[in-house]
Structure formats: structure tokens, C-alpha cells
């Protein structure tokens, strides 16, 4: 025996809940991809500051090498 055939207004009904249920999930979706954009740019800001200062530290580096080759050769003169 077969189960009986739904009827047109039953399966509209079928598909109008199910389209509900998934606009549902998609407004989940939406809420929690909303800051997403704005959490990237805060990501590139401190990606870009982390690099700035990696750089900064990598030319004061050589700067102070240099300076302290200079103060050795100063001394040594002074000896």
C-alpha cells in the first residue's frame, strides 16, 4: 500500500517552511559575517604595524652596530 499523495495546498505549505527555515539560517549567516570586513581591516592595520615595527627594529639594529664599531674605533684611538 502506498501513503497517499499530498495535496497542492499541503506541499506549498511544505515548501513555504522550509523556505522559511532557510531565510532563518541566512539571517544567522548575515549576523555573525557582519563585522567581518571590519575585523579585516583591524587585522591589516596590526599586520601593518607589526611589519613597520620589524623593519624599525631592523634598521636600528644596524644603526646601533655602526655606532658601536665607531665608539671602538674611537676608544682604540684613545688608548
Known sequence: MSSPKPSSEGLLHLVYS???QLMQRVEVI???TRFLPKLYDNV???MGEILE???ERV???HTLHDHEERL???ED???
Open 59 to 61: 634598521f636600528m639594529g
Open 72 to 74: 671602538t674605533n674611537i
Open 44 to 46: 591589516d592595520k596590526i
Open 53 to 55: 615595527n620589524r623593519q
Open 18 to 20: 522550509q523556505i522559511q
Open 30 to 32: 548575515d549576523d555573525r
Open 77 to 79: 684611538r684613545w688608548k
